[in-house]
């Protein structure tokens, strides 16, 4: 081929994208996240709690019961829940950045969180930056720095792929197929199954692995706590219910990390809920890790008791 | 059997392999050849990266 009709090959691939990023960039418009994003643009102006976290609180949370449950009901506080599935701390400290730059009211910030969350540093491969997690590129520089501070490499790339929907979105258009790839491979599989002997005793050796290696907090939760502090807001960290079995909650890997991370959210001037056992009926959960819709309820319920009693201590 | 030589052909061709088209295909325009790259490049930058991970629904 002579250097003319390459050039006429390659500019016509070049076109093509282009117009596949257009396509892109159109149909995601009302993704999950961009619609998200745009329910925090909206939230009230006198919202005085903040719920963030990932699925496990996107769908434990139930706002109107948690409303309902404070006491003095007369002082319940506006609520907004911005949690949101499939995200890591990363995506919730650019959330809370997002949020606390127009909701000038919040004072208290309930996180949940489990398992290792609160020291894993996340990933950021090519596989890793899907779904929610795509919220990332929507602030390249800002996530750039809590998932790899310093490095120059992830900060040009996270820019970089800001500016190309293929790349950036292309969870989306997979979606259709993973529908159906999920249906399929629920077919068979009971509604509840319960994590298997061998998963709880690799997610018990990472628990230890954190205790062990000591490293604290990852920079994206000390940046939410920074956050908060900043604006004098109060934080609770709750520790999900996640469908272990109690047995795996009472157990001294779960319990050493609790104790772990509770010193840390302490020293930290946070206030640290232990709610991994609140709802230990299976019949209250949605599949194996995510509370339904009435577990959520009765989670909720619990926790604006316990939240309304150490911020209302006199309402007792 | 035929049939089957000619679209081997044919996918050697397209896919770079072989310089020239099996008998009865013209070669193809570079403009021809332009969209069929770049429509490959969007198909593998579609489904790359996502075999092995469990991801939510999100549209």
């Not at chain 1, 976290?53 to 309902?68: C, K, M, P, Q, R």
């Not at chain 1, 949690?83 to 949940?112: I, N």
């Not at chain 1, 509840?192 to 002997?197: I, V």
């Amino acid at each position: 081929m002579t250097r003319r009709p390459l050039l006429l090959s390659v500019l016509t691939a070049l076109a093509v994208l282009v117009v596949f990023n257009l396509a892109v960039a159109g149909a995601t418009r009302l993704t999950a996240r961009r619609k998200f994003l745009a329910r925090l643009e909206a939230a009230p102006p006198e919202t005085r709690l903040l719920f963030l976290g990932n699925s496990l609180f996107e769908d434990g949370i139930d706002t109107g019961a948690f409303v309902e449950a404070w006491r003095p009901a007369e002082r319940a506080p506006a609520v907004f829940s911005a949690a949101l599935h499939a995200t890591t701390p990363v995506e919730h400290a650019l959330v809370l950045r997002q949020a606390l730059s127009r909701l000038s009211q919040v004072r208290y910030l309930v996180y949940g969180y489990s398992d290792e969350q609160l020291s894993l540093q996340s990933q950021t491969g090519w596989g890793d930056m899907i779904s929610s997690r795509a919220l990332s590129y929507a602030f390249p520089d800002e996530a750039a720095a809590l998932y790899a501070p310093g490095s120059l490499e992830t900060r040009w790339r996270f820019r970089a792929l800001s500016l190309l929907p293929m790349l950036a979105e292309r969870t989306t258009l997979w979606s259709k197929v993973e529908t159906l790839r999920k249906a399929l491979g629920a077919v068979g599989m009971p509604a509840q199954a319960s994590p298997k002997e061998e998963d709880l005793e690799a997610v018990a050796q990472r628990l230890e692995g954190v205790v062990r290696a000591d490293r604290g907090f990852s920079v994206a939760v000390k940046e939410l706590f920074r956050l908060a502090r900043a604006q004098g807001v109060q934080v609770f960290v709750v520790e999900m219910p996640a469908g272990h079995p109690p047995a795996f909650y009472e157990g001294p890997a779960a319990r050493a990390l609790r104790a772990y991370n509770r010193a840390r959210v302490e020293a930290e001037s946070g206030l640290y809920i232990d709610a991994s056992l609140w709802i230990q009926d299976r019949k209250y959960f949605r599949d194996a890790e995510h509370l339904s819709p009435e577990g959520a309820r009765l989670f909720s319920a619990r926790l604006g008791q316990e939240i309304s009693r150490r911020v209302e201590p006199s309402a007792e | 059997m035929r049939m089957l030589l000619r679209l081997k052909d044919l996918l050697e061709y397209v896919g770079g392999s072989a310089d020239t088209p099996p008998e009865g295909f013209r070669p193809l325009s570079p403009v021809a050849l332009g969209l069929y790259w770049g429509l490959l490049i969007c198909a593998i930058l579609a489904f790359s990266g996502q075999a092995s991970k469990f991801i939510y629904i999100d549209f």
